[in-house]
C-alpha cells in the first residue's frame, strides 16, 4: 500500500531534490537557492507544476505559498532576497509611509501579480533570515546584494534601515545617530537624547553589529558621553549649584565621573568608515574636551595649593605615602601584592579591570562605600621621580635598583613581614622566563611566609612609546603576564593593591611647545605660557631642584610626537588608581565591597525609551514625534568646577502609605529574616520609580551604592515582600541584566495609590 506522503517523497526527491514529502518554509527557502532547483522545476510540465506548486504551498503554509509564487513566475533564487525585502516594504515601522505600500505593489511581478498579506509578508522576511544566517559566508553575500538591488529597482533602498539584516540597512542607521549626535551637540535638550537612544539601540539590534567589535563601542561610547552631558547641565534636576570646595574633592570627582568621561572621549579616536559618523564623534569629542580642558585648569591650581600642604588621606595619598599609610597595615593583616602600573591612568585602570570581579574578585573600600581611595603622583609626573617615591617611601629621584633597596628595606614593610623575610620587588626584567611568568614570582607570591611582594608592571607606559596605528583594548587577557599574576594572587588568597606611579594623557591633536626637560614639563625659564602652571616647593622633586613648569592642558607637549606623554598636572596624568582587591568571600577587619564605581549615566536611560522600546529612527519626511526623557539624575559637574546634589528626591507619599499597609506588614512577616530593612526597600522604590520602573542590574547598584555582584540577591529578597500572592510586581530579568517595578500592579495589590 503507498500512502499520499510516500508518494509525494518520491515525486520530490526525484523531480525536485526535496528530501521530504512535506518541506517547511525554511526547507523550501534553501531549496530555492540551490543552482538546479529553477531548472528542475523548468523542466516540469505545466500541469505537475500547478500540482506540485499547490502542494508545497499546502504543506509549508502561507510562506511556502509566496515562496512556489516566486517559483511558478520564474524567480525562484529571488525568494529569500524577496523575503528581505518584504521586511523592508512590510516593516511595521514602515507602515503609512506611501513610497514602501506603493513598492509593496510592484512587487507583485516578482510572485506573477499575486497581492501579498501583510502578515504572510512580514512571516516570509522572518524566514528569510533566518534562512540567511545558515548560508555559506560566499552565498549570504549573493543573496544580501540581490536583496539590496532589489531595492534600488523598487526606488526605496531609502528605506534600507528598516531591516534588520541588510547591511545598506546598518550603515543608515549609523548615518541616522550621526544626524542625532550632531543636532544634539548643536543643543542638548532630553527628546534629542530620546533620539541618539533609540538609534543606538536599533544599530546593536542589527544582525551584523558586532557588539564586540570597536565600532559598536565607539556608539556605546557616544551615547554615554550625551548622557553625561545632559546630566551635568546646569538646569539638571538636583543642581545645588555649590562650588567644588578643594583639591581633594576634585580629584575625587575625577575618579568617579571624569575618568569614565575620558574612557569613552579617547574610544572615539580613529572615528568610522562613516564621513558622516566620524564628523559627528570628532564634534562630540571636541565639546567634551572643552569641558575637561577647563576642568584640568581648576584642577591644576588648586593641585598648585595643595601642593604647599598636602595632606595624606585615603581619598587624596600622595604616591610616597602608599607604602607606610595605605599598604603597610593592609601587610600587617594580611598577605598583599602591590601592583605598580608604570603609567595607568585611571580611565584605563577602569577599563582594564571592568571584569575582575566576574574573576573572584572584589573591590574593597575603607571609607564609605562611595569614597575612593585615589593616589596622587610626585611632580613632575614621571618615572624616576613618582615611581621612585612611591616605592621608597619618600620623595626622591631614583631608579629601579634604589626602589628594590628602599623597598625592601622600608621600616614600615619590614615590621608588617614575618621575622626573616623581608618585602620583595620585582621589576620588568624579573617578570618571565622561558615559561611566563618567572617562578621566582609565583613562588613568592605562593609563600605564606612572604608577606609583602610587589611587581612593577610597564605594558601601559611602554604603549606610549609604541606604534600609534594599533587600537587598543585594555583587557587583562590582552596583557602578557598580568592574567597569570592575578591568578597566582588569587589561588593563595592574596590581596592586590593596583596602583600607579603616575597617569597620562593620549596625543589627540597635541601642538608641540619648545623644548623641555620631559614630555610635558621643564624648567623654570622666562614666562609661563597659557598652557603650563609654576610649581615650586611642596612634592616637586627634580635632580636640578623643587621648581617646574608643568602643562596642564592635555593639548600640548614639548617632545616628539607619541602615542601619549607624562610629565604634566592634568587629572589623567596626577591622579592614580589606589584600589585594593581581595579574592571572593574574604573578609578585611575595617574594609568593605566597594559599590558600582560606573555612574549612573553609564547605563542606559531605560525610562528615556516608551514602554514597547524604542522605535528605529526613520527616514521618512515626517519622523515620529519623541516622548520627553524623564529627569536625569543629579551628577558631579566635574568639568563645569561644581558639585550637583546626589541625594535622593523628598521621601514620596505613596512609600509611606505601602509600608504602613496590612499587607506589606504581612509579608514582611513572612519574608522574615529574609526580607530587606523597610530604609532598603525605600531606596529600593525611589531608585526604580525615578526610572520609570526599570533600572540596569549595574545603575541600580550605583544608586543604592551597593556592589553589583550582591544586587541579584538584593532583589530577589525584596521580591518576597513586593510580589504579593506571587505576582510580578518586582522583576529580576538576569538574561538582560535589568530589574523593573510594575507600579501599577503595586498599587493595585497593596491598595494604595502610587502618584
Known amino acids: 500500500f503507498l500512502d499520499m506522503d510516500t508518494a509525494w517523497r518520491h515525486v520530490l526527491g526525484r523531480c525536485l531534490s526535496l528530501e521530504a514529502a512535506k518541506p517547511d518554509a525554511a526547507m523550501l527557502l534553501h531549496w530555492s537557492l540551490g543552482p538546479d532547483s529553477a531548472g528542475y522545476f523548468d523542466d516540469l510540465p505545466d500541469q505537475a507544476k500547478a500540482q506540485i506548486a499547490a502542494w508545497l504551498g499546502d504543506s509549508a503554509g502561507a510562506v511556502g505559498t509566496l515562496v512556489m509564487g516566486c517559483v511558478m513566475a520564474g524567480n525562484t533564487q529571488d525568494a529569500v532576497p524577496l523575503g528581505l525585502v518584504c521586511g523592508v516594504l512590510l516593516s511595521a515601522q514602515g507602515e503609512g509611509v506611501h513610497e514602501l505600500a506603493a513598492a509593496a505593489i510592484r512587487l507583485e511581478r516578482f510572485m506573477g501579480d499575486k497581492r501579498i498579506g501583510i502578515a504572510e509578508g512580514r512571516a516570509w522576511a522572518n524566514d528569510a533570515a533566518m534562512c540567511l544566517k545558515a548560508l555559506t559566508p560566499a552565498l549570504r553575500h549573493e543573496v544580501i546584494e540581490r536583496a539590496e538591488w532589489l531595492l534600488r529597482e523598487l526606488h526605496v533602498d531609502a528605506y534600507a534601515h528598516l531591516s534588520d539584516v541588510l547591511p545598506f540597512g546598518l550603515e543608515q542607521r549609523l548615518a541616522l545617530l550621526a544626524d542625532a549626535l550632531k543636532a544634539f551637540i548643536a543643543g542638548p535638550a532630553t527628546a534629542q537624547l530620546q533620539v541618539i537612544e533609540g538609534a543606538a539601540d536599533s544599530i546593536t539590534r542589527h544582525a551584523h553589529a558586532d557588539p564586540t567589535s570597536t565600532r559598536m563601542l565607539r556608539v556605546k561610547m557616544a551615547v554615554r558621553l550625551c548622557r553625561w552631558m545632559m546630566a551635568e547641565r546646569p538646569d539638571s534636576k538636583g543642581s545645588s549649584g555649590r562650588q567644588a570646595s578643594g583639591f581633594a574633592e576634585l580629584a575625587q570627582g575625577y575618579a568617579h565621573q571624569g575618568a569614565f568621561v575620558d574612557w569613552a572621549r579617547f574610544k572615539l579616536l580613529g572615528g568610522d568608515e562613516l564621513p558622516g559618523l566620524s564628523s559627528a564623534f570628532v564634534a562630540l569629542r571636541d565639546a567634551a574636551r572643552t569641558k575637561a580642558e577647563a576642568f584640568n585648569q581648576s584642577f591644576a591650581k588648586a ?20 607604602v607606610e599609610r595605605f599598604l603597610a597595615p593592609l601587610a600587617k593583616q594580611t598577605p598583599v601584592l602591590l601592583l605598580v602600573a608604570d603609567g595607568l591612568s585611571y580611565p584605563i585602570f577602569r577599563e582594564l579591570f571592568e571584569d575582575l570581579e566576574t574573576q573572584g574578585w572584589d573591590e574593597q573600600v575603607t571609607c564609605s562605600p562611595t569614597t575612593l581611595a585615589v593616589g596622587i603622583a610626585a611632580l613632575p609626573t614621571i618615572t624616576e621621580v613618582s615611581r621612585s617615591s612611591l616605592l621608597s617611601g619618600r620623595l626622591v629621584v631614583g631608579a629601579a635598583a634604589q626602589e628594590k633597596s628602599s623597598f625592601a628595606t622600608h621600616p614600615a614593610l619590614v615590621g608588617a613581614s614575618r621575622a626573616g623575610t623581608r618585602p620583595l620587588l620585582f621589576h620588568k626584567g624579573d617578570l618571565s622566563d622561558a615559561e611566563g611568568l618567572a617562578s621566582t614570582v609565583r613562588d613568592a607570591i605562593a609563600s605564606t611566609q612572604q608577606q609583602v611582594v610587589a611587581v612593577v608592571y610597564n605594558a601601559v607606559d611602554d604603549h606610549l612609546s609604541g606604534s600609534n596605528q594599533i587600537q587598543v583594548r585594555w583587557t587583562i587577557d590582552d596583557l602578557r603576564l598580568l592574567g597569570p ?74 617632545g616628539a610626537k607619541k602615542n601619549g606623554y607624562h610629565g604634566g598636572v592634568s587629572a589623567q596624568e596626577v591622579v592614580v588608581p589606589l584600589s585594593v582587591f581581595t579574592p571572593r568571600n574574604m573578609v578585611l577587619k575595617g574594609w568593605q565591597v566597594a559599590a558600582a564605581p560606573q555612574p549612573d549615566w553609564w547605563a542606559p536611560l531605560e525610562a528615556a525609551l516608551p514602554t514597547g522600546g524604542p522605535e528605529t529612527p526613520a527616514l521618512a519626511k515626517k519622523p515620529p514625534k519623541a516622548k520627553p526623557l524623564a529627569a536625569p539624575t543629579p551628577q558631579i559637574d566635574l568639568f563645569a568646577g561644581t558639585l550637583l546634589a546626589a541625594s535622593p528626591d523628598a521621601a514620596v507619599n505613596w512609600i509611606d502609605a505601602l509600608q504602613a499597609s496590612p499587607a506589606y506588614t504581612a509579608q514582611k512577616a513572612l519574608a522574615a529574616r529574609v526580607a530587606p530593612s523597610d530604609a532598603d526597600l525605600r531606596s529600593l522604590l525611589e531608585a526604580l520609580a525615578a526610572r520609570g520602573g526599570k533600572l540596569s542590574k549595574a545603575a541600580l547598584a550605583q544608586r543604592l551604592g551597593m556592589p553589583a555582584m550582591r544586587i541579584s540577591g538584593f532583589v530577589n529578597a525584596a521580591r518576597r515582600v513586593l510580589n504579593l500572592d506571587q505576582a510580578a510586581v518586582l522583576v529580576l530579568d538576569e538574561t538582560a541584566a535589568t530589574v523593573e517595578l510594575n507600579l501599577e500592579l503595586l498599587g493595585r495589590q497593596f491598595r494604595v495609590v502610587v502618584r
Open 303 to 322: 593641585l598648585q595649593v595643595w601642593n604647599r600642604e598636602p595632606r595624606a588621606e585615603p581619598a587624596c595619598m600622595p604616591v610616597e605615602a602608599i
Open 485 to 558: 599574576l592575578l591568578g597566582e594572587a588569587r589561588r593563595a588568597r592574596r590581596v592586590v593593591v593596583v596602583t600607579a606611579d603616575h597617569g597620562h594623557v593620549i596625543d589627540a591633536g597635541t601642538v608641540q611647545r619648545g623644548q623641555g626637560e620631559g614630555d610635558r614639563w621643564r624648567l623654570p625659564s622666562g614666562t609661563p605660557d597659557e598652557s603650563e602652571l609654576l610649581f615650586e616647593g611642596g612634592r616637586v622633586k627634580t635632580p636640578s631642584g623643587s621648581a617646574v613648569l608643568c602643562a596642564w592642558s592635555e593639548g600640548v607637549r614639548h
